[in-house]
């Protein structure tokens, strides 16, 4: 109902604020210095697709979200024969990519372009009503040119996970996506149980999500028969930088997988990244391990360099191991 000066009351990314009776969601959006074309809206906990948003008028009382998100383009480089391949997308790069923790989006792009990552992963967030014209990620890592992976990142259960990423296509039209919905705030552990629902449902719903777990093949099988697209186990807990832990788990998801195998969380640095390459690994995605470097830009790059030797490593075969010495020179016709 609305007030007797002829506004309403709403909630805008939990704002309150007044707008005239009778406005759209479009024109709020274009009243709050935002381009309807480029978000995506939650109108009381229903996204409302982005062909009506002109249509929608707003109700006193209602909650909105909006947030924005804009997916990556195709590439039009040409594939070499060691590229890999999720979900009909082919990469050159074996190397994923975080966007937080960086002091800011300039160094962020340039450790992007230091690494040669052609996917990054971004995290869908409100956006900032009070200042639309403040710099956006997409303003320093082009789209265009570097494919966005939204993520489930600060998710705790299934029904949050599966949200952000209804708020995610709707933002950018992107079907593929990395979930992850963690156990408790302390370890970051995966919640399987939460984790495996959340699959189901996206799956259901046409996503392709590549899927943060525990390192556990029965539970990585489990993913990937509900639909994973990938599989991505922690290598240690994410931020730890401790490096993989359990190589031998690691080998048996990527010996018993049909789909990509790809480590995700825990590296520290460069031979941690070429560990996850050698034991077969599709690829590696790592945030922190370059962000809080003490000169990220070519921490970035040396993490480029890991998983390139890592892949060649694993391509040669290494040489058996043996229990004693093996002379390199003959021993024959020693002087």
Not at 5 to 23: F, L
Not at 195 to 212: C, D, I, N, Q, S
Not at 295 to 301: E, I, K, N, T
Request: charged letters at 25%.
């Amino acid at each position: 109902m609305a007030h007797l000066d002829g506004t309403v009351t709403i909630t805008v990314n939990g704002e309150h604020r007044r707008v005239r009776a009778g406005t759209t969601i479009a024109a709020l959006t274009r009243e709050l210095g935002l381009v309807p074309e480029k978000v995506a809206v939650e109108r009381n906990l229903e996204i409302v697709p982005r062909s009506t948003l002109a249509d929608v008028v707003i109700d006193d009382g209602d909650e909105l979200e909006i947030v924005h998100f804009v997916g990556g383009g195709d590439h039009g480089t040409r594939v070499d024969e060691d590229s890999w391949t999720v979900a009909g997308r082919t990469f050159r790069s074996r190397l994923i990519v975080g966007t937080g923790k960086y002091k800011d989006f300039a160094q962020n792009a340039a450790a992007v372009e230091a690494s040669g990552a052609e996917i990054v992963t971004v995290a869908v967030r409100r956006v900032n009503v009070s200042d639309p014209n403040a710099p956006m990620l997409t303003d320093y890592i082009d789209p265009k040119k570097v494919t966005y992976l939204p993520n489930t990142a600060g998710c705790f259960d299934a029904d949050s996970a599966v949200r952000t990423l209804r708020l995610a296509r709707e933002a950018g039209g992107w079907d593929l996506v990395k979930l992850e919905v963690l156990g408790e705030a302390r370890t970051l552990y995966p919640d399987m149980r939460e984790t495996l629902k959340a699959t189901e449902v996206l799956v259901r719903e046409g996503f392709k999500p590549m899927v943060y777990c525990t390192d556990d093949p029965i539970a990585a099988k489990q993913l990937e028969e509900a639909g994973a697209v990938a599989i991505m186990p922690l290598g240690a807990p994410i931020g730890s930088g401790l490096g993989i832990q359990n190589r031998v788990t690691i080998r048996l998801i990527v010996e018993g997988a049909k789909v990509p195998v790809l480590v995700d969380a825990g590296v520290g640095t460069a031979s941690d990244a070429a560990v996850a390459m050698e034991l077969g690994c599709d690829g590696v995605l790592m945030n922190t391990a370059i962000a809080e470097a003490k000169d990220p830009v070519l921490m970035a790059r040396a993490m480029r360099l890991a998983v390139e030797s890592g892949r060649f490593a694993y391509r040669a075969g290494r040489m058996a191991q043996r229990r004693y010495a093996d002379p390199s020179s003959p021993l024959a016709g020693l002087i």
